[in-house]
């Protein structure tokens, strides 16, 4: 199969919150793309979609033919039949429960061709036991967006030992077409490779609040003000190399004996937990947070997504 050979994309849970982004990003590239979901009646992809689209259309990302091309790409079915039979690709994006991933992956093998590629987008479960209910592994790979994935550009691809080199590559290439910066995660392995880094971060950071060495305000704003500001633009290898692997060495050989290695989660999150303060659904967290707060703390984050991405655009 070729890159041009894949024209039809069906997304399984497609009206969810991830499956309405990955829509707008496979439409965008210009595919066909069929949301399979369980009940045509409540869907609310088309308004969801339109509302994303109207966002992109008011920060100037994309102008008003793109946004009619990219809706008129986009069709509902809760018919299997219908969403499978003639797909290329089927994108599963349902619940983070595996007897839910296996019956899904079930019904994608029972309708799909055998050429049709089927792409995951867990987050934390193992693709290769998602896969493990199928009988054609060499096609399943995963294919893990991050939220908002409009936005974010990571899409890490994940093979299993069973997965074709076909199959990885054409899913990668795919990615890149859609504009997107995919990511090879060679090993199917827990948290994958951005999560895996994104919570080694976050380790130390709880067991230094835990600690009583900082509060969770003066942490948060440490990273974003520090290593964080750069961060868009250097990661850690090639900062390595920039103030000398000898001084990596250096401070490696110093330093990581200092740092948490525990494997249990941090001590204040199990109390946060436990007291049900949830953080910006209740009001409580790690800090306070008044309704306010929390639209606003949302609202600047979007809004840092959106600029970010004009300035790739521009820059890259
Ligand atoms: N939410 C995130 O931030 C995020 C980020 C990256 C990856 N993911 C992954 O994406 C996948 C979907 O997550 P989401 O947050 O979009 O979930 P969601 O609950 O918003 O959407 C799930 C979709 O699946 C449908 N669905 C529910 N039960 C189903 C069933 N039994 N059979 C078939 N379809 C069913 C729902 O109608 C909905 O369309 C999960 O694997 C999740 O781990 C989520």
Request: with cysteine.
């Amino acid at each position: 199969m070729k890159l041009s050979d894949i024209k039809k994309i069906a997304i399984v849970g497609g009206s969810g919150m991830m499956g309405v982004g990955i829509a707008q990003v496979f439409a965008s590239s210009g595919r066909q793309v069929t949301i399979k979901t369980r009940n045509v009646q409540t869907c609310t992809v088309t308004e969801d979609l339109s509302g994303q689209l109207s966002a992109f259309l008011e920060e100037g990302l994309i102008n008003e033919t793109d946004r009619d091309r990219i809706l008129s790409r986009v069709n509902i079915t809760a018919d299997a039949i219908e969403a499978y039979s003639d797909a290329d690709l089927i994108f599963e994006s349902v619940p983070e429960v595996m007897e839910v991933k296996h019956a899904t992956f079930r019904e994608m093998e029972r309708y799909a061709k055998t050429s049709c590629i089927f792409a995951s987008g867990t987050s934390v479960k193992s693709i290769t036991e998602i896969a493990a209910v199928c009988e054609h592994k060499e096609r399943i790979v995963g294919a893990h967006f991050w939220n908002p994935a409009v936005l974010i550009p990571l899409v890490e691809v994940i093979r299993t030992e069973d997965t074709s080199d076909e199959v990885f590559q054409l899913v990668f290439d795919l990615l890149q077409e859609c504009g997107k910066k995919p990511a090879k995660c060679l090993k199917d392995v827990p948290g994958f490779l951005a999560n895996r880094l994104q919570h080694a971060l976050w380790r130390e950071a709880f067991y230094m609040l835990d600690e009583g060495i900082a509060d969770a305000a003066t942490l948060d704003e440490c990273i974003k003000n520090s290593f964080g500001f750069r961060l868009p633009q250097l990661g850690p290898f090639e900062n390595a190399d920039m103030v000398s692997t000898e001084l990596t060495l250096n401070i490696h050989s110093y330093m990581f004996q200092h740092l948490y290695s525990g494997v249990e989660p941090s001590r204040t999150l199990v109390e946060l937990v436990t007291e049900g303060k949830q953080g910006f659904a209740t009001g409580e967290g790690f800090q306070s947070w008044t309704p306010e707060q929390a639209a606003r703390s949302k609202a600047v984050l979007f809004q840092y997504l959106i600029d970010q991405t004009k300035y790739r655009r521009s820059h890259y």
